[in-house]
């Protein structure tokens, strides 16, 4: 996969950066929305996405896979923490299937969005917080389990859908990151111009350089960080970050590109660390799995990142947190 996203322009911005870090994405849903909608985005989207995600919860507290997955579309993916990839809505179906049969028949639901943006006329971000917990046949209180996440939802065919949903640990989890020998053969093949970019940009630990690549509205999740939304806060904690040693080049390599419309895409990675130096004292390889939703206004602009969600591999231990 070479050249430019979709051949869409270049952005001058990203194309002065130089070297950039490693990459972000969360997902969930809830009741109560506060969006924040475009000029061009209508109360009745708002209202139907309100809708649409109580519709979800209600679903959910059923234990029902086949009512949960229906929630999704029929390419949509699907990521947990550390658990593995669900592709497709039968696949998601059994995600759902699998996580039900272990859970307690009083476990219930609750959600909280934090923030619902849109980045297109049919292409929305939501941000939630939730919490399942309830009390079981004897009436004592089940542990609660605290989570976040973000939706990526598309409307098809006049019916909000989610498109992608990216699990986060809190920010009180801790995670331990693996550290694997991965194979180095092709760690690198030819992708976007705009990936490219970026991964440059990472690599050279300016956080100005890698910030140039972001909205001023966007919002970044690194595994178990907090939410840092606008380009200001995202400056300033890539700054925090490269203010530690980072004796690896980041390789993003992606694994799928897919468009909601010819000016909305979301983009699917494995990003890898590896030793600077090959013949220094070899540095083991670290890898993660991060989403971009990138967006642009029109087939002249070029591309920026609305969202970054990074998520732990499922070789890392996530240590729950608070209520477990």
Known sequence: MTGRLNGGGSNPRLLRAAKTPLTVLALCATGGLAPVATSGQTARDSIALR???????????????SAVSAFFSDSADFVMGNQPEAVGRQAIRGWWRDYFSDQEPGRELTLDVQSVRFVGPDVAVVNVATTTGGRDGKGRALLSRKFRGAWVVHRQGGEWLIWA???????????VLNESRAATAGLRPGIRA???AYEDAFNSHVASAVTAFYTN?????????????????IEAWWRSYFAEPRPYRALYIVKDIR???SDVALINFIVAGAAIDPVAQPVPFRYTRATWLVAREGESAGWLLRAVWVLPSEADDVIRGGGG
């Open 51 to 65: 809708a649409r995600i109580n519709a979800y919860r209600t679903a959910w507290n059923t234990h029902d896979a």
């Open 165 to 175: 949903m990216r699990g986060e640990p809190t920010e009180e989890d801790g995670i």
């Open 194 to 196: 705009f990936v490219d």
């Open 217 to 233: 509205d966007a919002d970044i999740i690194v595994r178990n960080s907090p939410l840092i939304h606008g380009r200001q806060a």
């Open 259 to 261: 468009m909601a419309s």
